[in-house]
T-cell receptor
Framework: NAGVTQTPKFQVLKTGQSMTLQCAQDMNHNSMYWYRQDPGMGLRLIYYSASEGTTDKGEVPNGYNVSRLNKREFSLRLESAAPSQTSVYFC?????????????FGPGTRLLVL | DQQVKQNSPSLSVQEGRISILNCDYTNSMFDYFLWYKKYPAEGPTFLISISSIKDKNEDGRFTVFLNKSAKHLSLHIVPSQPGDSAVYFCAASEGETSGSRLTFGEGTQLTVNP
């Protein structure tokens, strides 16, 4: 039982390049999330998916797109990377979209945009 | 507009003593609060939570206190152990209507010295 896995662990991009961050969970959770963590800012929600087939914007969605490919997988795409998107990205999942449901986080993807 | 604030970026305590981590919030609609713990190069892990209908919740060495009138919560760790050294994030949710969309504080780095 791997929990939440993320690939890649680390990536360097040039400004304007695109890439997709992959996330998968094996806990049969319905809800999945993408956060970014920046120094002094805590974690900020980018997008979330309450259940398979649905996605919604979080606090900082600009510059990103997401796909809930199936119940297990939730990907985050940067179409044209910018230096401001340099950050650590965390994927998380929870059984349902309820306040008291524990969110389980992946180990993170460290992204550097030059 | 930082709705959840952790004003102490770091805290250092001696092993066996009490660690007190503080968190303030501004959004009066928040009614569910959580603490997450994060080790380097790992994702955050859930530690303890509290609903706004309570003012205290205890789990082993960890106790969370909520003062709704002051919009303040704190995490007490007694006794502190070197393995507790990590970054601690407080997070808040507006409850059932907004599900698990969490707003995180900036984090406090706790160092427990042997």
């Amino acid at each position: 039982n791997a929990g939440v896995t993320q690939t890649p662990k680390f990536q360097v991009l040039k400004t304007g390049q695109s890439m997709t961050l992959q996330c998968a969970q094996d806990m049969n959770h319905n809800s999945m999330y993408w956060y970014r963590q920046d120094p002094g800012m805590g974690l900020r929600l980018i997008y979330y998916s309450a259940s398979e087939g649905t996605t919604d914007k979080g606090e900082v969605p600009n510059g990103y797109n997401v796909s809930r490919l199936n119940k297990r997988e939730f990907s985050l795409r940067l179409e044209s990377a910018a230096p401001s998107q340099t950050s650590v990205y965390f994927c998380a999942s929870s059984e349902f979209l309820l306040a008291w449901e524990t969110q389980y986080f992946g180990p993170g993807t460290r992204l550097l945009v030059l | 507009d930082q709705q959840v604030k952790q004003n102490s970026p770091s805290l250092s305590v001696q092993e066996g003593r009490i660690s007190i981590l503080n968190c303030d919030y501004t959004n009066s609609m928040f009614d569910y609060f959580l603490w997450y713990k994060k080790y380097p190069a790992e994702g955050p892990t859930f530690l303890i939570s509290i609903s706004s209908i309570k003012d205290k919740n205890e789990d082993g060495r960890f106790t969370v206190f909520l003062n709704k009138s002051a919009k303040h919560l704190s995490l007490h760790i007694v006794p502190s152990q070197p393995g507790d050294s990590a970054v601690y994030f407080c997070a808040a949710s507006e409850g059932e209507t907004s599900g698990s969309r969490l707003t995180f504080g900036e984090g406090t780095q706790l160092t427990v010295n042997p």
